[in-house]
């Protein structure tokens, strides 16, 4: 998970060379899906790199971009939601706070995503320990 200051288009070619240097260098094809809201595009890569190196990369993405309409859009804005209120609608100092927060927020998350799924007989502890 990422947390950048800003959602420049540079910023998200930073990210996706990142991704495929250091995360996935071995992957031949990496699938990306995106949204369609303010969705940097293969030319960030090009604005920000050298030609050879953005072809590069390029080749390596497989960009599919979501629906602007459907129910799992309904599932990522409940959770949005729930994220706002609960972690993000106060002043922060620092994003080194707010990192933690979105971090903490999104493993209790899964983690009763998961709950839902696995038999009552197993037993999982979750905290959300949130920075003051």
């Not at 996935?24 to 094809?29: G, L, T, W």
């Not at 971090?103 to 999982?124: E, G, H, K, Q, T």
């Amino acid at each position: 998970m990422e947390i950048p200051e800003h959602r420049a288009r540079k910023d998200w070619a930073h990210f996706i060379k990142a991704m495929i240097d250091w995360r996935y260098p071995q992957a031949e094809k990496i699938r990306l899906v995106m949204d369609n809201l303010n969705t940097p595009t293969m030319r960030s890569l090009y604005e920000t790199f050298e030609p050879e190196e953005a072809r590069r990369w390029a080749r390596r993405l497989e960009i599919h971009y979501t629906p602007k309409h459907g129910s799992w859009l309904n599932i990522a804005e409940i959770e949005l939601s729930a994220l706002s209120s609960q972690c993000l609608k106060r002043r922060i100092l620092e994003i080194g706070f707010m990192r933690k927060d979105v971090i903490s927020f999104f493993v209790l998350l899964r983690a009763l995503m998961i709950r839902a799924f696995v038999p009552r007989s197993v037993s999982i502890t979750v905290q959300y320990f949130r920075p003051i």
